[in-house]
């Protein structure tokens, strides 16, 4: 998939373990995993506001879009 | 009332379905044993097996037109009954397979496991399985059953992929 969720890159910098913040957006530790780990097929609204809440970042920090291979862009 | 999960009607019909499938596995060694002593008149010497060589022991617990069949049946030459045998083999084996995957089936529902990939594989079986059982014993509400079936497999399909869909929104 081209977007990659930085989950962790941004949880590294905030030094918030996984079940910590699990315990405060109201996740299992299972599904944070599940996100953290881009296995996630679709992210609620309200999982990303409660993620921005508590990393204190904007949406564009925790998604990044990876043009797959071969993808042809307006740049080339 | 619950139907899936524990202490539902599928944990009921499950842990019911379990004793059954034993019972019926024990009847059908039965019936294939009694029906093979009966066909080659085979006796060991004593009441029971003697009375079923002789086949005589079902004519009373049978309904009249069951024992109009029975009686044909016995009266057939050897080679029709051994050639008949694998019929009732067949469908006996047909339908201990059904109870098997009904079993599965339940197990899974049992769990609160329904919307699952593996549930419209187990249908699929059954409705596979109750084809072959109601074309050999010719019945046509059982057909139509089937086809039911089918069109129960695609429905749980398609909630199969919107589960997984859920499963994976975080």
């Keep these: ?6 989950l962790d890159r941004v949880m590294a910098g905030r030094k918030m373990p996984l079940n910590e913040l699990a315990r405060r957006i109201g996740l299992t530790d299972s599904n944070l995993s599940i996100l953290k780990t881009g296995k996630a097929r679709a992210v609620r609204v309200n ?7 508590e990393l204190g970042c904007q949406p564009g920090d925790l998604l990044e879009y990876v043009p797959d291979e071969g993808t042809e862009t307006e740049d080339e | 009332m619950r139907y ?15 004793v059954f499938w034993y019972l019926a596995l024990a009847g059908s ?3 294939v044993l009694a029906a093979v002593m009966n066909v080659f008149s085979i ?22 037109a069951d024992k109009k069949d029975w009686i044909e049946l016995r009266s057939l030459p050897l080679v029709w009954k051994v050639i008949i045998m694998p019929y009732f083999v067949a469908v006996d084996a047909l339908f201990l397979l059904m109870i098997r995957q009904t079993r599965h089936l339940l197990a899974n529902f049992s769990k609160d496991i329904v919307f699952n990939k593996g549930n419209v594989h187990i249908i699929l ?7 072959g059982l109601s074309v050999l014993t010719v019945n046509i509400t059982s057909f139509l059953i089937s086809i039911m079936l089918f069109f129960l497999c695609d429905v749980l399909e398609k909630g199969a992929v919107l589960q997984d869909e859920h499963d994976l929104t975080i």
């Design chain 2, 4 to 18: 899936f999960g524990e202490k539902s009607l599928s944990s009921k019909a499950s842990k019911a379905l379990d």
């Design chain 2, 125 to 131: 079986k059954i409705s596979k399985l109750n084809v």
């Design chain 1, 1 to 6: 998939m081209s977007i990659i969720f930085r």
């Design chain 1, 47 to 53: 999982t990303l506001d409660a993620l921005c809440r």
């Design chain 2, 43 to 64: 006796s060991f010497g004593d009441p029971v097996t003697s009375e079923i060589a002789k086949g005589d022991f079902l004519i009373d617990r049978l309904s009249t």
């Design chain 2, 29 to 31: 060694a039965l019936a």
